[in-house]
């Protein structure tokens, strides 16, 4: 049963216009989500995060969206620039004695010159 | 270098032979967790280590999978008698402090490619 839902494998985007790579989640205990980028043959690296008490979180071109009510979150990266194609993780955490993030299975972004 | 590493990039085993994957984290981080990533999935859990308290092991798949952090630095994931279903990439993360709060960003190593024949 996953608790951290990427329904879109892939997205393929024109250079300078907007991403939106879309995240789900059933578990309400969740309080902190984060994304990461993950290029081929290295380890994913830390983007973004968003605290359950935010709706939104912005930092340059990626900006987070949390929808508490929907269980749904977005990252939008405005403009796109080729150099963020790699595969986008959403990840879920229960805070305070709890370690582990649950990842969801990665959307692959393309940015298309 | 500053960041977290692990060896061997690439481990290749016979089924039924034992593995062990290294993970030095980053100095002075507390915190190192395993995850591992079949192929197609995402990133599943494995285990956490945080300062000397006993390693969180919730996500261990079998008792085939084991780890240790000597020293509370680097980081040894064993797994005894392979199978085929245990072939995926295993990574190795570690941040400063404890999940939960300010410091919750993991740093991952590039990760251990493990195929068993």
């Given at each position: 049963?996953?608790?951290v839902?990427?329904?879109?494998p892939?997205?393929?985007v ?7 790579l ?13 994304w ?5 043959a ?5 983007l973004?995060?968003?605290?359950s008490?935010?709706?939104k979180?912005e ?11 929907a ?5 939008h990266?405005?403009?796109?620039q080729?150099?963020?194609?790699a ?5 879920a ?5 709890q ?15 | 270098g500053?960041?977290?590493s ?8 016979e089924?039924?032979k034992d ?8 100095s002075?981080?507390t915190?190192?967790?395993w995850y591992?990533?079949s ?7 494995l ?6 308290s006993a390693?969180?092991?919730?996500g261990?798949?079998?008792?085939r999978f ?6 509370g630095?680097?980081?040894?994931l ?7 279903e245990?072939?995926?990439?295993y990574?190795?993360a ?10 919750n ?5 590039p ?7």
């Amino acid at each position: 049963d996953q608790q951290v839902k990427q329904n879109s494998p892939s997205l393929s985007v024109q250079e300078g216009r907007i991403s939106i790579l879309n995240c789900d989640y059933t578990n309400s205990m969740f309080d902190y989500f984060l994304w990461y980028k993950k290029y081929p043959a290295e380890g994913p690296t830390f983007l973004i995060s968003i605290s359950s008490i935010k709706d939104k979180n912005e930092d340059g071109r990626f900006t987070v969206f949390l929808n508490k009510s929907a269980k749904h979150l977005s990252l939008h990266i405005v403009p796109s620039q080729p150099g963020d194609s790699a595969v986008y993780f959403c990840a879920a955490s229960v805070g305070g004695s709890q370690g582990n993030l649950i990842f969801g299975k990665g959307t692959k972004l393309s940015v298309k010159p | 270098g500053a960041g977290v590493s692990q060896s061997p990039s690439n481990k290749v085993t016979e089924k039924g032979k034992d593995v062990e994957l290294r993970c030095d984290p980053i100095s002075g981080h507390t915190a190192l967790y395993w995850y591992r990533q079949s192929l197609g999935q995402g990133l599943e859990f494995l285990i956490y280590f945080q300062g000397n308290s006993a390693p969180d092991k919730s996500g261990l798949p079998s008792d085939r999978f084991s780890a240790e952090r000597t020293g509370g630095s680097v980081s040894t994931l064993t797994i005894q008698r392979t199978q085929q279903e245990d072939s995926a990439v295993y990574l190795c993360a570690s941040s400063l402090g404890p999940p939960g709060g300010a410091y919750n960003e993991q740093f991952f190593g590039p990760g251990t490619r493990l195929t068993v024949l």
